[in-house]
């Protein structure tokens, strides 16, 4: 017989969406975690079928839960474990697009002493 709720906390982190248990309690006490459109405490119980909504950096994601686990497995096993809406996969794609263009690009080289000396000057005058 398998249990029928698991603790929202351990299933994050069985699901690999935190990389510490204690990183997930954090994340749903901060509020990074809603459950059918509510706020959940850490011991939360999550049944197959329920919707969380997971905002972790600058990514959200919107996930049906298929299956249930209290221990941390393969990355494969816990791809199993949720199926994730087409709509949140579009949009983080999208987000990660435009942030991937307004990123500034990042130096050819390290300066030299001559740059460096420029820009410890520069900085002193900023002060």
């Known amino acids: 017989m398998t249990k029928q709720t698991v603790r929202i906390d351990k299933w994050l982190w069985a699901a690999r969406f935190f990389k510490t248990r204690s990183l997930a309690t954090e994340m749903v006490n901060a509020g990074h975690v809603q459950c059918n459109g509510d706020r959940p405490k850490p011991s939360k119980g999550i049944q197959i079928g329920d919707i969380l909504k997971i905002v972790r950096n600058q990514e959200q994601y919107m996930i049906t839960v298929t299956g249930l686990a209290e221990k941390r497995g393969s990355a494969t096993l816990a ?4 199926h994730e809406d087409e709509q949140s996969i579009k949009t983080r794609e999208e987000q990660y697009q435009l942030r991937k263009l307004n990123a500034s690009p990042a130096p050819d080289r390290r300066p030299d002493k001559k740059a460096r000396r420029q820009i410890i000057r ?6």
Request: aromatic share 20%; net charge positive.
């Open 79 to 82: 791809q199993t474990l949720y």
């Open 122 to 127: 520069f900085r002193r005058k900023e002060d």
